[in-house]
């Protein structure tokens, strides 16, 4: 058994909330000067171009990439020859987020869905837990802004819909959003598993690094497939127009009931922040 102190662990979270809410991410860097190479639109091309400024004044005078600040999802493996010692896990994941968020100056955007109080520390954490194997905590922070998650779906399709059924609502979904979501967007895409199990897939998707290939072959060219049908969408950069609407697709899948064929699309904006951890 390897111990973990739940100090280590709130500070981890703490310092990932700051660097992922002021430090956009090298890969997300990339996929947009390359989107500003491909894209034909000078107003398009004038986006992407403010887009990579704003970056980088964001990193330089350590400021929010992004006044929404976000929910606060946290992905976390657990080894199972881990013993936490000092306090409960979720507690600390929820004292290192109220930390980040109150000591990173970051805006708190939770609050009660009826009269809109203000929970006042950004708390609660959104957490996705596995057990793994090992001896180790991976933890990913990943704010996720709310114009981009309210542009998202989930479609329990009837299984005749097929891969031409999916295809039509990922694409449908996008262009639907038009300049919601904040384009160029990343779209994750969950496919199969049940009702929720859709939906995280679709947002775990989205923590593959930019510019990365699917592992699994079969998903490999419905990715790219998918990619090509939304750009030709012409929502484009802040949906003014042009090539590119989003800069990747990344999808999962997993086995489905004979019943189903869930498909879920969580849309993550250009602001795209994701801290990985190892403990
Ligand atoms: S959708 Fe993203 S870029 Fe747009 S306001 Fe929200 S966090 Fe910011």
Redesign the pocket.
Known sequence: MREIQTGSIIEAVKDAAIRANLDLGEDVLRALESGLDRETSPVGKEILAQLLENAKIAREDRIPI???T?VAVIFAEVGQEVHISGGDFKSALEEGIRLGYEQGYLRKSICHPFTRKNTGDNTPVVVHLDMVPGDRIRIWVVPK????ENMSRLFMLAPSAGWTGVKERVVQTVAEAGPN??PPTIVGVGIGGNFERSAILAKKALLRPLGTENPDPELRPMEHELLEEINKTGVGPQGLGGRITSLAVHVLMMPCHIASLPLAVNIQ???SRHVEVLL
């Open positions: 992004c006044q929404d976000g802004g709310g114009g981009s979501p904040c904006c250009h602001a």
